[in-house]
């Protein structure tokens, strides 16, 4: 069974920095797809990042190259570093993982969420 919980959500200025943590337990150590997804009220979850067991990383196209994704082994955690941050970035931002091979960006492929960790901008 996979534990994640994010932290390092918080309210900033735009323009501002954010880093997010996503801590992972259980069989975190043959997770293969984790990736960031971020929900604003009334609206679909949308992928944010992706990185695979490969090495291989993606992001959502909107992001323009403001946004990080990073993961430490040794540590069993996954990071989002967010720049240049908008008012539109405004969400709950959870971290997913999925065990089995593959990296998709559909919510409903992967099994195991957080509970979401809140980044306000203004």
């Known amino acids: 069974h996979v534990q994640l919980v994010e932290s390092g959500g918080d309210s900033v200025r735009a323009e501002g920095s954010l880093r997010l943590s996503c801590a992972v337990s259980?069989?975190?150590?043959?997770?293969?797809?984790m990736a960031w997804f971020r929900q604003s009220p009334g609206k679909r979850r949308e992928g944010i990042a992706w990185?695979?067991?490969?090495?291989?990383?993606a992001y959502s196209d909107s992001l323009k190259g403001r946004f990080t994704i990073t993961r430490d082994k040794a540590k069993n955690a996954l990071y989002l570093q967010m720049n240049s941050l908008k008012p539109d970035d405004t969400a709950m931002y959870y971290c997913?993982?999925?065990?089995?091979?593959?990296?998709?960006?559909?919510?409903?492929?992967?099994?195991?969420w957080g509970q979401g960790t809140q980044v306000t901008v203004s």
């Open positions: 997913a993982v999925r065990l089995n091979t593959g990296c998709p960006t559909r919510p409903a492929d992967f099994p195991y």
């Open positions: 259980g069989y975190a150590h043959i997770a293969y797809c």
């Open positions: 990185l695979d067991g490969d090495g291989n990383i």
